[in-house]
């Protein structure tokens, strides 16, 4: 694990130098939706005269689509066969992980029917086929980004692709290697785009708020106060009970034990930030070292509550705002969809919204439209994500070394009750034994 916590702090180093950039970001984020309402409800026809520039940003976020889910289910099928073959805890954890990323999933649909967000609003459709009323120079920089590739064969290719490579055993190695690089230029295109969502976001939300006046603002700030309030219960009633029933471990000591991580991820709207850091304080509260390496990391891709909530939320937003409310079949079809879907929604700035436009485009095209209103409160949302998606992992990691017996309670109650401090210097789990300390392994810094 020494290794492995040595690769681990590597990115987790290039996060951080990244930090002050992804805060210009952020803020510019902010300051374009303020803009952008104001503008919507100061002058309307200036707002609504805007709204090609959250066309754009959406077309190029739709151009990414299928790449993505491409690349992330055949690497997610080759990710989840290795996981099987790390034994009993790799089978339990990936079971658990789909059970639980499904239920999170199934949450956020009845959490959307309950409250109906962007209910009343009746925003245009988007219709691929019709040719907007732009200025000729709009529309030829438009024409330029390249059209949409559809989701569903996409993902069926992948999926066949995934398993044909499985079997190939070997000799699929390198074709999987060569998809992973691939990933990594795919995921490096859309961090470009996403540098410019301040402004299709100010684009999509004057032309929003121009159209509909302050009813949009009242619609975005409800559905963020859902998805933080179903979030924090998430978090406290099932996974805290969960946690509570299996491990007899209190919810809010363990979230106690992981403060500095919550506030690096809180900084940098990203739970991989703390990967690294969650290894490390796993193992110090007392979960063997194989477990964690197998929990953890496979956890990061297949475990994310947080995201899982959003995605059908979000969904069922758009479609209520553009007045074409899904019902219980289009519902339970989406549900399948983002189960599958929301593998590639890991780590990477812009995926979620990526997938979330991959889920609305394979079941009704014309809710595309909507998208651009989520691009303007998305950063907002990302926050309670991340902490969900964390908070979600830690808790697997608990349930599983108890289901194992990898788990040694004594030093959980120590650990917890505060007997035995993390070393945040060096970040290396004594357990009470001595370990060795390798130079490659360097310390990560406490502060954020």
Same mark, same amino acid.
């Given at each position: 694990?020494?290794?492995?916590?040595?690769?681990?702090?590597?990115?987790?180093?290039?996060?951080?130098?990244?930090?002050?950039?992804?805060?210009?970001?952020?803020?510019?984020?902010?300051?374009?939706?303020?803009?952008?309402?104001?503008?919507?409800?100061?002058?309307?026809?200036?707002?609504?005269?805007?709204?090609?520039?959250?066309?754009?940003?959406?077309?190029?976020?739709?151009?990414?689509?299928?790449?993505?889910?491409?690349?992330?289910?055949?690497?997610?099928?080759?990710?989840?066969?290795?996981?099987?073959?790390?034994?009993?805890?790799?089978?339990?954890?990936?079971?658990?992980?789909?059970?639980?990323? +499904?239920?999170?999933?199934?949450?956020?649909?009845?959490?959307?029917?309950? &409250?109906?967000?962007?209910?009343?609003?009746?925003?245009?459709?988007?219709?691929?086929?019709?040719?907007?009323?732009?200025?000729? +120079?709009?529309?030829?920089?438009?024409?330029? &980004?390249?059209?949409?590739?559809?989701?569903?064969?996409?993902?069926?290719?992948?999926?066949?692709?995934?398993?044909?490579?499985?079997?190939?055993?070997?000799?699929?190695?390198?074709?999987?290697?060569?998809?992973?690089?691939?990933?990594?230029?795919?995921?490096?295109?859309? &961090?470009?785009?996403?540098?410019?969502?301040?402004?299709?976001?100010?684009?999509? &939300?004057?032309?929003?708020?121009?159209?509909?006046?302050?009813?949009?603002?009242?619609?975005?700030?409800?559905?963020?106060?859902?998805?933080?309030?179903?979030?924090?219960?998430?978090?406290?009633?099932?996974?805290?009970?969960?946690?509570?029933?299996?491990?007899?471990?209190?919810?809010?000591?363990?979230?106690?034990?992981?403060?500095?991580?919550?506030?690096?991820?809180?900084?940098?709207?990203?739970?991989?930030?703390?990967?690294?850091?969650?290894?490390?304080?796993?193992?110090?509260?007392?979960?063997?070292?194989?477990?964690?390496?197998?929990?953890?990391?496979?956890?990061?891709?297949?475990?994310?509550?947080?995201?899982?909530?959003?995605? +059908?939320?979000?969904?069922?937003?758009?479609?209520?705002?553009?007045?074409?409310?899904?019902?219980?079949?289009?519902?339970?079809?989406?549900?399948?969809?983002?189960?599958?879907?929301?593998?590639?929604?890991?780590?990477?700035?812009?995926?979620?919204?990526?997938?979330?436009?991959?889920?609305?485009?394979?079941?009704?095209?014309?809710?595309?439209?909507?998208?651009?209103?989520?691009?303007?409160?998305?950063?907002?949302?990302?926050?309670?994500?991340?902490?969900?998606?964390?908070?979600?992992?830690?808790?697997? +990691?608990?349930?599983?070394?108890?289901?194992?017996?990898?788990?040694?309670?004594?030093?959980?109650?120590?650990?917890?009750?505060?007997?035995?401090?993390?070393?945040?210097?060096?970040?290396?789990?004594?357990?009470?034994?001595?370990?060795?300390?390798?130079?490659?392994?360097?310390?990560?810094?406490?502060?954020?």
């Amino acid at each position: 694990m020494a290794s492995q916590r040595g690769e681990s702090a590597a990115p987790a180093k290039a996060a951080r130098k990244g930090l002050d950039k992804s805060h210009y970001l952020y803020i510019a984020v902010i300051a374009a939706v303020i803009l952008g309402a104001l503008v919507g409800l100061l002058f309307p026809e200036v707002g609504k005269s805007v709204k090609p520039l959250g066309d754009g940003f959406i077309k190029l976020i739709k151009m990414m689509i299928a790449p993505i889910i491409f690349c992330t289910i055949v690497l997610g099928i080759g990710s989840i066969a290795k996981a099987a073959t790390v034994g009993k805890v790799g089978g339990l954890a990936l079971g658990y992980f789909v059970l639980m990323s +499904t239920f999170a999933l199934g949450i956020g649909l009845v959490v959307g029917n309950l &409250i109906h967000p962007g209910e009343g609003l009746k925003l245009a459709a988007y219709d691929p086929n019709k040719k907007a009323e732009v200025d000729s +120079t709009v529309a030829f920089l438009l024409g330029i &980004i390249p059209g949409d590739i559809p989701v569903l064969p996409t993902l069926f290719a992948a999926i066949l692709v995934g398993f044909a490579l499985q079997k190939m055993g070997a000799q699929g190695a390198p074709v999987l290697k060569a998809i992973g690089h691939g990933q990594v230029v795919v995921f490096r295109i859309l &961090i470009m785009i996403m540098w410019l969502a301040p402004v299709g976001a100010f684009g999509a &939300i004057a032309a929003v708020v121009g159209a509909t006046g302050f009813a949009a603002i009242v619609s975005m700030f409800t559905l963020m106060a859902a998805f933080y309030i179903t979030c924090a219960l998430f978090i406290v009633v099932i996974l805290g009970g969960l946690l509570q029933v299996v491990t007899g471990v209190n919810i809010f000591k363990l979230m106690k034990y992981l403060a500095r991580e919550y506030l690096l991820i809180f900084s940098t709207s990203s739970s991989e930030a703390a990967l690294p850091r969650l290894i490390a304080k796993m193992e110090h509260l007392g979960v063997s070292k194989p477990v964690v390496g197998v929990t953890v990391p496979t956890g990061y891709s297949f475990n994310l509550d947080g995201t899982a909530i959003y995605l +059908t939320m979000a969904s069922l937003f758009v479609a209520n705002a553009m007045g074409t409310p899904l019902d219980l079949g289009a519902q339970l079809s989406l549900l399948i969809f983002m189960i599958i879907a929301s593998k590639g929604a890991a780590g990477v700035t812009g995926a979620g919204l990526a997938t979330l436009a991959a889920g609305l485009q394979a079941h009704k095209p014309e809710l595309l439209g909507g998208v651009g209103m989520i691009v303007g409160i998305d950063r907002f949302m990302s926050e309670a994500r991340a902490l969900t998606n964390f908070t979600g992992n830690a808790v697997a +990691t608990l349930l599983i070394g108890t289901w194992v017996k990898e788990i040694d309670n004594g030093q959980v109650g120590r650990v917890l009750s505060g007997e035995v401090p993390f070393d945040e210097e060096t970040m290396i789990a004594g357990h009470g034994e001595p370990v060795e300390r390798p130079v490659e392994a360097k310390p990560v810094p406490a502060t954020v």
